[in-house]
């Protein structure tokens, strides 16, 4: 396989405006909102693959998406295992504006199918945040789109070739006229047209209310004899420092009572610390450290069910 570059276009791991409702473009100019309190910018949380060589000195905007220096052969990766998740208040701001253009957020994705044509985003934006505040991994079984609901499933048939995959939407783009999703490299890769770039794709959403929930799931895959008949977990590992924050209170009192509470209520470590933000001082409740995507998914459903709002995923 040769190793080409990713169709290029103004699409890019929006965290900052779609969590805060701020409008972007192709350069990111937003403020996190104040409740995650966590850092909001488009610096690499993990080293990604370099997009180029020598493009250190290169403004972000400029650099070009690719595939790995080196060709990686993803076809054998396993299929994503859909599953019900809460929808957050992260990357689902609703309408938002990119490049003068308003769009909505679906409320519902049954009965959502759409033909256009996909591209893929590759090393540029590797180990950046995506728009829902997780990490872009491009080698996991992803996908970026303008107005399913995140996270989302969808199942995505290349229509020249009828391969079809299934992938986890946590992401928002691609903003160029015509095309309607954003695969990663492994997701292309798997349907055929990483070297065409772009592919005549049809995007069908997976109904929510149709999928097991993450903590049946989880419970499922933890049970050694029930995981020999199931597929390798296509989950990825995330960041050593991934946390769930419940959220940033005023009183110390009030986070330590939250913390306590959680603590009793779950099977994860729970933190508050004090940060100083315009002059007052706020105290963070966070849970965590997370290690692996299946776990956070299943953890934030059961934060909910238990009536402690909606936690965002933040990355310290």
């Known amino acids: ?71 990686v052969d993803m076809l054998a990766t396993p299929e994503v295992t859909p599953v019900r998740e809460p929808i957050g208040v992260a990357g689902n701001k609703s309408p938002y504006v990119v490049n003068g253009v308003k769009y909505r957020v679906l409320k519902g994705v049954d009965g959502y199918r759409e ?17 829902n505040g997780e990490v872009y991994n491009m080698y996991a079984m992803s996908a970026a789109h303008k107005t399913l ?29 015509g095309r309607i999703i954003d695969l990663s490299y492994t997701a292309a890769q798997k349907l055929g047209y990483i070297d065409k770039g772009v592919a005549r794709v049809e995007v069908e959403a997976l109904d929510p209310a149709s999928l097991p929930s993450a903590s049946e799931t989880l419970a499922v895959e933890k049970d050694a004899a029930a995981r020999k008949g199931l597929p390798q977990d296509a989950s990825f590992k995330l960041p050593e420092n991934t946390f ?15 913390r306590g509470q959680l603590a009793a209520a779950f099977g994860y470590p729970v933190s ?33 069910q238990q009536s402690f709002g909606q936690p965002q995923v933040v990355v310290d």
């Open 1 to 71: 396989m040769k190793n080409i570059t990713a169709a290029e276009g103004p699409r890019s791991g929006l965290l900052a405006g779609f969590q805060s409702g701020v409008s972007v473009g192709v350069k990111v100019v937003a403020t996190c909102a104040l409740a995650l309190l966590s850092a909001c910018n488009t610096t690499p949380l993990q080293t990604p693959d370099k997009p180029r060589a020598g493009s250190e000195d290169v403004p972000f905007d400029q650099v070009r998406d690719s595939g790995p220096a080196v060709p």
């Open 115 to 131: 033909r256009g044509h996909a591209s893929w985003y590759g090393t540029k934006f590797h180990g950046r945040k995506t728009a």
């Open 149 to 177: 609901p995140l996270p989302s499933y969808a199942k995505v048939t290349n229509l020249d070739n009828g391969r079809s995959i299934i992938v986890r939407v946590n992401d928002r783009g691609p903003f160029v006229p």
């Open 244 to 258: 769930l924050q419940v959220g940033a209170y005023s009183s110390a009192s009030q986070a330590d009572d939250i």
């Open 272 to 304: 508050v610390s004090p940060v100083q933000r315009d002059g007052q001082m706020l105290y963070r409740v966070r849970i965590g450290p997370i290690a692996q995507q299946r776990a956070l998914a299943a953890l934030r459903e059961s934060v909910e």
